[in-house]
Structure formats: C-alpha cells, structure tokens
C-alpha cells in the first residue's frame, strides 16, 4: 500500500482507503489523473485550512505574541509616546509577590470551588434523576437547560435586581421561608454574603450544563451491566457506587474541567452583579486584571497578569482535551 | 434494599421511584424559572409597581418599560403638557401621565442592531471558515493535524480579558475599535474554533462512499464538496451557526473593552439605561426579555444538538 | 508493518519514555500549580505556582508526542 500510494502521487485518505478511485488512478497517467480531480488534495487541503488558521494566527495568536512582548517592558497605553524601557522578568515577579492579586486567586479559589462542588452535586443529582425516564422528562430537561444558554452579562445585571435588600424578590422570598427581616441583609453589600451571592448566580446558570453532561454520562452505561448486577442482587446503593458513578466519572470530569475553566476567567456576571464589591471581597482575577489595564493602565504588568492567567487555562485546557478524548472513546 | 426484590429491573425504574424524581425535577425547574419569569413580569410593571415592597405578582400591566426602553424624555411643565393637544401614541400618553414628554428615541435599538449585525456577521463568516477547515480536517491527511486542531480549541479557553489587551492596542492601530468590522472579526476568531470541532464531528459522520461516487460520475474533488457533502452537512452547519450566533449575540467582556459608542451591542448598553433617580428597572427587564426571547427560541430548537455543541462534539448521544 | 509489531510489544519502554504514566505525571504537576497558586497560606508558594503550571504544561505538550 504504501508504494502505491508514492506512485500515484495522491495523499488524500479517501483514495488510498477506496481500491475504486485507487484502480482508477492507477489506470491512468498521472498528470490525467490529477486533472480529473480538478486541483490536487494536498492543495485543497491546505486551501480549506489556510483561511480559519491564518484569522487564528492574525486575532489570537499575534496578540499573544505581542503581550508576552508587552509584558517584559514598562508600557502604558495611556501613554503610547513614553520611552519603552526593557525590564526583564520584574513585571512578573511584581504581580507574584503582590498580596492583592494573590488575594484575588484566593478570591477566585473560593468561587471556582464551590461553583464546582454545588454544580457538579446538584447537576448529577438532577441528571440521576431525569434517567429515571419519568413521562415528560424531556420537556422539563429542556425547561431547566434554559438558563445556560442566555447571556451571563444581561441575567448576571437584572440579579441585582433580585438581589435588593427591600424591593427584590430574592431577600423576599428567604424572608417568606425563614422570617428573616428581608432589609436586614444585603447580598451584594455584605462582605459575608457577596461571595455567596456570586455563587448562587454562577450555580443557577450553570448547573444546567453539568446536568446534561452527567445525563449523557449515565445514559451511556449500557443496561446489561445493570441486568448482570440485578443478577447478582447487588443493592441500589452497591450498584450506584461500583456502577453508575465509576462509569459516569469520565464525563463528570469533563464537565468539572470545562466549568473550572470557564469560572477560573470568569468576568461578565462578576462585573455585574458586584464589580468586584464591596471593597475587593469578589474580585475575582479577571476583575483585577481588567482594573490593572483599562483603570490603571499599566498595560506592561497587566500583561505579565494576563499570561500568567493564560499559562493556568492553557495547563487545564491540556487536560480537557486529554478528558475529551477519553469520552469521545465511549 | 427493597428494590432487589422487586419485579423491576433498574432498567424501567418503578413507579414510585418515577413519581419522585418527577416531582424533584419539576420543583427544581420551576424554581429555575422565577427570576426569568419575574424578568417577563417586570417588564410589564410600571415603575412604581416594579420597586413595591412586598414585591408585586398582582399588578395592572402597562406598556410603560417598553415605552421607556425605546424613548427618550425630558420634564415638562403641566401647562406646556396640557398645550400639546392630543397624544398621537399610548406611549405618548402614559408619558404625559408621568409629565414628561419624549424627546426623542433612545439608543436601544441602534444597540440592538449591532447586535443583530455582528452575532450574524460572524456566524457566517466563522461557520463558512469553520466548514472548509473541517472538511479539510476530516478527509485529508494533514500534517501535525491533532496539534492544529488542539490549537484552535485552546484559543477558545483564553480568557477575554487576556486577550483584550493586545486586541485594545492592535484595533487602536488599525482604526478597528469600537466598530463593527473589528468585532465581527474577533468573534468570527473566537468562533471558528467551535464551529471547526463541531463540524468536524459533523462531516465525520458523512460516510465518504457519497463523496468518491460523485468523484467517479466525473465530478472534481471541489465539485463533490460542494453539491454532495455540503447538502449533506446541512443539519450540522444550521446547529453550529446557532451556537455561534448565541455565542457572538451573549458575549459582554469583549464588547464592553472594545467598544463605546458606534459599534456597541445590546450586552454592554443593557446595564446603562437608567431613569430618573436610579435604574429604571421596567425598561431593563423589557430590553432584557427582548433581548432573551430569541435564544429561548434557539434553545428550543436545538435541544437535540445541545450536548454536542457544549462538548465541542466529543459526545454525541 | 506486522513483522515490527512484536518487537516493540516484547520490549517495552521505560515509564518515562511512555505516553500514559508520563502524562498523568504532567497533570499532576499542572495541579500542583494550581494548588499553589490558590493557596492562602505561603506567599512563597504562590510565587513559584507560574514556573510549576509552566513546567506542567511543557512536559504535557512534550510527553504527549511520545508513543503509547
């Protein structure tokens, strides 16, 4: 096969695995051959690709490049004209040995797992029980996906809403349920409750998306292993814990790492809902990093933050694809 | 466990257990949907009503928040109002009502049309670089393909904020901020790398028999992509377009880096209306049911696909 | 092709010329860093969390490459 294949001059997977167009190309010279095809594959090939690298390249990659430039130099934006001064890796070493961003990790530690943990009990939970199959089971799924789906910025801003110690419906309702005055608390003022605040927002929008993925991770358990237990008369729970949870597992990961991802970067609904507040209780690391470029505008050591961030996402994003391709095995 | 004894296999759960986990799924769906729902009603409150302690259910709907979101308006005196003769519009009149009159449109809709204009513009642009580079990928044996495409799926992971700064100063170069054309490329960026995993997926599954007996009938290799495969594909590009579309339409960080004035979308505008004395939250929650309503329709539509769009097609049901 | 197969089976790789162990290695690291990074208790520790998510990633893109 491989001989073949250096003689006909074709490189596309489709000839060499189909022994029709393979004769036929045998058959025939091979200029002929490569009219008949019109351009050749490998420069379709690379015809079809180029286009979406090249914007890749152009859009991510070259201001990538540029801000790991940026970041070893003193520039500011506001101040495009001052002399740039090469300096070394001290960018780095201020934003690592500053107690406020090494705060904001904390801060966004405290978010990232308990977003996590809630999501990720709740969206099985709820993913156990949809499997179930009770009657319109598909219909109350696709009223509970809902919530991913729109956008964080615009619910994140209307929560504050909700959120108001007199008027909103959020401190009324737990006032109904527990008999707590609804104006003595504040969700988004209170350097005790923001924290929460943020996380009960993050939890309803995204608990959804680890729900699904959980579903697709017990619906993917084939139902003899079931039948063979029942067999074996191996209880509920036993059945649950050697079963149900070790064959999920690999799509709980998946959703565990895509949400920690995206939470790790998270900034719309943050920006909305507390901007950070009150003080820098919520600032989570892309707050801080917005306030270091766009506020202060010390673009040099924003950029020495912001590839920093992107070393972190771009270890878990290792990871996820690692994740990915273990599921999609299954 | 009782369950062992029971005539049920795990497989068809039994009544009881159904009945449970129907009524916990149901509570935590309705629970899910109050403050969309209180988002809908609210949009319907006048601003008194919005802002009443305890919070309304019952109320007399009015047009007031929509009318709101779409004006301007300024005080007038009471002679002045009482001069002007009859009001020409519902939204003329309940603005009287409240002695002011309107002043003029508000920048709502031109908002909302950028929206309308940069989630479409690079969903298209995304979806048709995204489909050549898939099919590339999943019928030619390309060089380094794997690291390609871990490549392309990493530059969706960046986080916005990282990348904002450099696109600041590249657009700030190139004369590309705050308008259209520069965010229809950088979402079209941001995009591809989905709609490229997707329809992967997607062209995979087109079995490549179609393709070499069109090649046989005497069509070119080109030919065969575009009257065979991409007919074909045509259920997975609609699904990827309108995850690219809900993508461009809800993301808010880019846009309120990048743009200010002429090219903002609907996401950054949204938190800025204001009234008098504080947000005018009847004209919020009307900008943001206009603003939900077509992904709630989306979602519907795609319910089918959905797992496989978040999963950037790994799973595929 | 099928004569080369049962010369490398025989002779297996060291752990840390494989794919597998090598990887779960890298992401060990990468977590580490992570750890690091989030950790409320050393500032020294968070101060070195970048060099180890580096080093995490390096390795995980290097060993990736090697064969199963």
Not at chain 1, 211 to 218: F, R
Not at chain 2, 40 to 50: A, E, G, L, R, V
Not at chain 2, 74 to 82: D, F, K, N, P, V
Not at chain 2, 287 to 299: G, H, N, S, W, Y
Request: with cysteine.
């Amino acid at each position: 096969m491989p001989k073949f294949r250096k003689e006909t001059q074709v490189t596309s997977v489709t000839d060499t695995s189909s022994s029709i167009l393979g004769k036929a190309a045998q058959a025939t010279p091979a200029p002929l051959a490569s009219r008949i095809r019109g351009i050749s594959d490998r420069t379709m090939a690379w015809l079809f690709i180029t286009p979406a690298i090249v914007l890749l390249l152009a859009i991510n990659i070259f201001p990538l490049i540029w801000a790991v430039y940026l970041s070893f130099t003193n520039y500011r934006a506001n101040r495009p004209n001052a002399p740039l001064e090469n300096v070394g890796l001290s960018n780095y070493s201020r934003v690592l040995s500053d107690p406020n961003i090494w705060q904001a990790m904390q801060t966004t530690a405290h978010f990232v797992f308990w977003t996590i943990f809630l999501q990720t009990l709740i969206g099985f939970s709820l993913a156990y029980l949809i499997d179930r199959k009770f009657r319109g089971h598909a219909f109350w799924t696709t009223v509970i996906l809902v919530p991913m789906m729109l956008s964080p910025a615009v619910v994140g801003n209307f929560w504050r809403f909700l959120y108001q110690p007199q008027i909103g419906l959020f401190n009324y309702i737990v006032s109904f349920l527990t008999g707590i005055p609804p104006s003595s608390f504040e969700m988004l003022g209170s350097v005790q409750l923001s924290p929460w605040a943020i996380i009960i927002v993050d939890t309803w929008m995204w608990t959804p998306y680890v729900m699904l993925i959980c579903l697709a991770g017990l619906r993917s358990i084939p139902d003899y292993i079931y039948e063979a237990a029942e067999v074996d008369r191996a209880s509920l729970w036993r059945q649950f814990w050697s079963i149900t949870l070790p064959m999920a597992l690999p799509f709980i990961m998946l959703a565990v790492l895509f949400r920690g991802i995206e939470n790790f970067k998270m900034f719309d609904m943050v920006t909305l809902l507390t901007g950070g507040g009150p003080g820098s209780t919520t600032e989570v690391a892309s707050i801080t990093l917005k306030r270091e470029a766009f506020e202060s505008w010390r673009t040099g050591r924003a950029s020495a933050f912001a590839i920093i961030l992107f070393v972190a996402v771009f270890g878990l994003a290792n990871i996820y694809v690692k994740a990915l391709n273990k599921v999609k095995q299954r | 466990m009782s369950s062992v004894n029971s005539a049920h296999s795990v497989v068809e759960p039994g009544a009881m257990s159904k009945r449970i986990a129907a009524s916990i799924v149901i509570a935590y769906a309705v629970i899910t949907m109050i403050p969309l729902v209180w988002i809908f009603m609210t949009s319907f409150k006048s601003p008194p009503d919005s802002i009443s302690y305890p919070p309304k259910i019952m109320f007399q709907p009015t047009l007031e928040g929509y009318c709101n979101l779409f004006t301007t308006r300024t005080r007038q005196t009471s002679e002045y109002i009482a001069s002007l003769g009859t009001p020409t519009s519902t939204c003329d009149e309940t603005t009287r009502s409240r002695n002011m009159v309107i002043a003029g449109p508000s920048n709502y809709w031109p908002r909302f049309k950028n929206s309308l204009l940069i989630a479409f513009g690079s969903t298209f642009l995304a979806v048709s670089l995204g489909t050549l580079a898939a099919y590339g990928f999943s019928r030619f044996r390309v060089p380094l393909a794997d690291d390609l495409l871990f490549f392309i799926l990493s530059t969706r992971m960046m986080p916005p904020i990282a990348v904002a700064i450099p696109i600041y100063l590249m657009y700030r170069q190139l004369g590309l901020s705050d308008t259209a054309l520069g965010m229809i490329l950088l979402y079209t960026a941001v995009n591809v790398s989905l709609a490229v995993w997707l329809l992967k997926g997607f062209i995979d599954e087109i079995p490549r028999e179609y393709e070499e007996a069109a090649m046989i009938d005497g069509y070119t290799r080109m030919q065969a992509f575009f009257k065979v495969v991409l007919p074909q594909a045509t259920t997975g590009i609609a699904a990827t377009a309108i995850f690219c579309l809900i993508f461009a339409w809800n993301e808010y960080a880019f846009a309120v880096l990048l743009t200010s004035g002429e090219a903002q979308t609907a996401p950054p505008f949204i938190p800025t209306i204001i009234g008098e004395g504080g947000q005018d939250w009847p004209a919020v929650a009307a900008a943001t049911t206009i603003f939900l309503v077509p992904i709630l329709v989306f979602t519907i539509l795609l319910r089918k696909q959905l797992l496989r769009g978040i999963t950037f097609g790994a799973v595929r049901k | 092709m099928t004569v080369q197969a049962p010369h490398t089976s025989k002779q297996k790789r060291p752990f840390f010329l494989r794919r597998g162990p090598m990887e779960n290695i890298a992401t060990a690291i990468i977590g580490l860093g992570f750890l690091m990074l989030f950790q409320p208790f050393l500032l020294v520790l968070y101060t070195w969390s970048l060099v180890t998510l580096l080093t995490g990633t390096v390795l995980f893109i290097i060993v990736s490459k090697f064969p199963e």
